[in-house]
T-cell receptor, first 110, second 114 residues
């Protein structure tokens, strides 16, 4: 069974810092990998999707990379802002099932 | 803009009541999912459906049932609500074949069972 791990569980950084969130998975046979953001009491918002044939995707200050062979994905956030404070989850899709990590709770201090 | 809409953001029900949670998507997705999310337990799949009138049990189907009579609508039913079903419920949808497999979520339904 696919296991998805996100470390650290929580992260607190000062505003303006560049940071990296990590996602690891045990089975490299994935169709895609997706990063989400979740604000308290809300649903998950899709941030970036990387297809299995791709290595990275970028959107604004966000960059996500995928290394299937090592079972890892990273989400890079440049010049963090207080508005980036949220929980970030990664998930991969394989055989019609989605496998989620437990998330990294990010706090960006003004 | 893609949209998954959950009918109720907040519900308060009493033990033993029958509860309906409705979800509608406007993207013509084949797949629809119901998850619950609890602190420390993450997202857990309750049921999913890959076509009209089709359903598959997820990891925690006990105490729940689902209905998918139309492609755009997927309902979660709690036949007799219990306090341990107090949770955040999240509906999601995606394409089954073709496309990127991107998953889209609704805003969530916070259910409290007293």
């Amino acid at each position: 069974k696919q296991e998805v791990t996100q470390i650290p569980a929580a992260l607190s950084v000062p505003e303006g810092e560049n940071l990296v969130l990590n996602c690891s998975f045990t089975d490299s046979a994935i169709y895609n990998l997706q990063w989400f953001r979740q604000d308290p009491g809300k649903g998950l918002t899709s941030l970036l999707l990387i297809q299995s044939s791709q290595r990275e995707q970028t959107s604004g200050r966000l960059n996500a990379s995928l290394d299937k062979s090592s079972g890892r994905s990273t989400l890079y956030i440049a010049a963090s802002q207080p508005g980036d404070s949220a929980t970030y989850l990664c998930a991969n899709y394989n055989f019609n099932k989605f496998y989620f990590g437990s998330g990294t709770k990010l706090n960006v201090k003004p | 803009d893609v949209k998954v809409t959950q009918s109720s953001r907040y519900l308060v029900k009493r033990t033993g009541e029958k509860v309906f949670l409705e979800c509608v998507q406007d993207m013509d997705h084949e797949n629809m999912f119901w998850y619950r999310q609890d602190p420390g337990l993450g997202l857990r799949l309750i049921y999913f459906s890959y076509d009209v009138k089709m359903k598959e049990k997820g990891d925690i189907p006990e105490g729940y049932s689902v209905s998918r009579e139309k492609k755009e609508r997927f309902s979660l039913i709690l036949e007799s609500a219990s306090t341990n079903q107090t949770s955040m419920y999240l509906c999601a949808s995606s394409f089954f074949t073709g496309g990127t497999g991107e998953l889209f979520f609704g805003e969530g339904s916070r259910l409290t069972v007293l």
